[in-house]
């Protein structure tokens, strides 16, 4: 028979270092480097499949000329134009990013760095860091590999110059998931004021973009026999231009935009596309420039100058009535804060949707954003604040004449005063 001679106090160590041994070590770092590179190569997959298989399918269409590696090198030039990356197709230099895969590309940043915070727990400002630092550190890599792969047949791209154009996109996109998964975003901590301005800012802008959609859809409509004529000038290659045009509406969408604001957009060099100026060189054919006003508006059509000054008066009086609980000069910030957010907003667009198709004709293509900024930035700031001061008066006024009808039609019961008579009788 054995005799443990050990002390209990002994005995209570070894059990507990047996427990502190027994249990497994964090595996966080280790998480965090799958996560992100699961996360990172899905988003890349998910935005690069589709566009590799429209052109295989295009270039099957054209005969199955080429070799595989020009088609490749097609499928990622135009996965790199998504990122804002210029690409040079033989003699054509062409920088201006199809918004349509932009956006998509934010997107999916967004999910992977926030799939990878909440793969690790993240739930503070550390974590944040963790993630979209090596998410973007790993998607800078795969951007880094398609520039170079790129460069094939009649594609070149520059890596650093690609490094630079994706790098700032890649870093909002993921900040901004990675931030709102673990909870930490400054909106959540910002002024009441401060946070109700922007969010009108921006849907005043998204409601003139939603209005230069319309004007888009309504160019393409008016002029339907010209857009048809030009795509049946690619006869089987039709669908894929009609795809690049659709890749491209959003781009139209924000030009359309600073039409209705006043500034217009350049399509070339030397041109001007304003509603009471248009100066035209030749266009290619393609479908985007057969939808370009070749006229100046008419006169019962001019009304639509005065389009962002009436959305800022109207999204003024939404704000003054959703802040009751905001004094007038809050009321008054929040609009300027939300006039100003509106023109960044629309100055940023117009400068994420411009660039160049070309080096001599088209060098020059889209609005100029520091016009746009400041001339819408000054109708938003007349119409918000205007707005937001008019409806403030009536807004008091009116709670005013409440608060007297209040008064008036209350009759005010007086408590009676505590005795022994106020009891209920007891009997017993």
Same mark, same amino acid.
């Given at each position: 028979?054995?005799?443990?001679?050990?002390?209990?106090?002994?005995?209570?160590?070894?059990?507990?270092?047996?427990?502190?041994?027994?249990?497994?070590?964090?595996?966080?770092?280790?998480?965090?480097?799958?996560?992100?590179?699961?996360?990172?190569?899905?988003? @890349?997959?998910?935005? +690069?499949?589709?566009?590799?298989?429209?052109?295989?399918?295009?270039?099957?269409?054209?005969?199955?000329?080429?070799?595989?590696?020009?088609?490749?090198?097609?499928?990622?030039?135009?996965?790199?134009?998504?990122?804002?990356?210029?690409?040079?197709?033989?003699?054509?230099?062409?920088?201006?990013?199809?918004?349509?895969?932009?956006?998509?590309?934010?997107?999916?940043?967004?999910?992977?760095? @926030?799939?990878? &915070?909440?793969?690790?727990?993240?739930? %503070?400002?550390?974590?944040?860091?963790?993630?979209?630092?090596?998410?973007?550190?790993?998607?800078?890599?795969?951007?880094?590999?398609?520039?170079?792969?790129?460069?094939?047949?009649? !594609?070149?791209?520059?890596?650093?110059?690609?490094?630079?154009?994706?790098?700032?996109?890649?870093?909002?996109?993921?900040?901004?998931?990675?931030?709102?998964?673990?909870?930490?975003?400054?909106?959540?901590?910002?002024?009441?004021?401060?946070?109700?301005?922007?969010?009108?800012? !921006?849907?005043?802008?998204?409601?003139?973009?939603? !209005?230069?959609?319309?004007?888009?859809?309504?160019?393409?409509?008016?002029?339907?026999?010209?857009?048809?004529?030009?795509?049946?000038?690619?006869?089987?290659?039709?669908?894929?231009?009609?795809?690049? &045009?659709?890749?491209?509406?959003?781009?139209?969408?924000?030009?359309?935009?600073?039409?209705?604001?006043?500034?217009?957009?350049?399509?070339?060099?030397?041109?001007?596309?304003?509603?009471?100026?248009?100066?035209?060189?030749?266009?290619?054919?393609?479908?985007? !420039?057969?939808?370009?006003?070749?006229?100046?508006?008419?006169?019962?059509?001019?009304?639509?100058?005065?389009?962002?000054?009436?959305?800022?008066?109207?999204?003024?009086?939404?704000?003054?009535?959703?802040?009751?609980?905001?004094?007038?000069?809050?009321?008054?910030?929040?609009?300027?804060?939300?006039?100003?957010?509106?023109?960044?907003?629309?100055?940023?667009?117009? +400068?994420?949707?411009?660039?160049?198709?070309?080096?001599?004709?088209?060098?020059?293509?889209?609005?100029?954003?520091?016009?746009?900024?400041?001339?819408?930035?000054?109708?938003?700031?007349?119409?918000?604040?205007?707005?937001?001061?008019?409806?403030?008066?009536?807004?008091?006024?009116?709670?005013?004449?409440?608060?007297?009808?209040?008064?008036? %039609?209350?009759?005010?019961?007086?408590?009676?005063?505590?005795?022994?008579?106020?009891?209920?009788?007891?009997? &017993?």
């Amino acid at each position: 028979m054995r005799i443990n001679d050990s002390t209990p106090r002994q005995r209570a160590t070894g059990r507990e270092t047996e427990a502190l041994a027994a249990r497994p070590r964090p595996k966080r770092p280790r998480a965090l480097l799958a996560s992100a590179l699961a996360t990172a190569v899905w988003c @890349a997959t998910v935005v +690069f499949t589709p566009i590799l298989v429209c052109v295989i399918l295009g270039w099957w269409q054209a005969g199955a000329e080429g070799p595989v590696s020009v088609v490749a090198a097609a499928a990622g030039v135009a996965w790199l134009s998504g990122h804002g990356v210029p690409v040079d197709i033989g003699p054509m230099h062409l920088s201006v990013p199809p918004l349509a895969i932009t956006v998509l590309v934010a997107w999916r940043l967004a999910k992977a760095a @926030a799939g990878t &915070t909440r793969a690790i727990g993240g739930r %503070d400002a550390a974590a944040v860091r963790a993630a979209a630092g090596l998410v973007t550190i790993l998607y800078t890599g795969l951007v880094a590999a398609a520039a170079a792969l790129s460069a094939r047949g009649p !594609f070149d791209v520059d890596v650093l110059p690609a490094l630079l154009h994706a790098v700032p996109l890649v870093v909002a996109a993921t900040a901004y998931g990675s931030a709102r998964e673990a909870g930490v975003l400054p909106w959540t901590t910002a002024s009441v004021w401060l946070r109700r301005g922007l969010r009108t800012g !921006f849907i005043t802008a998204g409601a003139l973009l939603a !209005f230069g959609a319309a004007a888009v859809g309504a160019a393409f409509a008016v002029r339907g026999p010209v857009v048809a004529d030009t795509l049946g000038l690619y006869g089987n290659a039709s669908w894929i231009v009609a795809l690049l &045009t659709l890749v491209y509406l959003p781009n139209l969408a924000v030009w359309a935009a600073a039409y209705i604001a006043g500034p217009g957009f350049a399509v070339g060099a030397g041109t001007a596309v304003q509603t009471e100026l248009v100066e035209l060189g030749p266009l290619p054919a393609f479908p985007v !420039f057969a939808a370009v006003p070749n006229a100046p508006l008419p006169d019962y059509a001019t009304v639509l100058v005065g389009l962002p000054l009436m959305l800022a008066a109207v999204f003024g009086v939404i704000l003054t009535y959703r802040s009751p609980d905001l004094r007038l000069p809050r009321v008054t910030t929040a609009s300027i804060v939300a006039a100003a957010g509106a023109a960044l907003t629309l100055g940023l667009l117009s +400068f994420l949707s411009g660039g160049a198709a070309g080096r001599d004709l088209l060098a020059d293509l889209g609005p100029d954003p520091l016009a746009v900024a400041w001339i819408s930035g000054v109708q938003f700031l007349i119409g918000l604040v205007g707005a937001a001061l008019v409806a403030r008066l009536f807004a008091v006024h009116r709670r005013a004449a409440e608060a007297e009808l209040v008064r008036r %039609d209350t009759v005010v019961i007086p408590e009676p005063a505590p005795g022994r008579d106020d009891g209920l009788p007891c009997h &017993t």
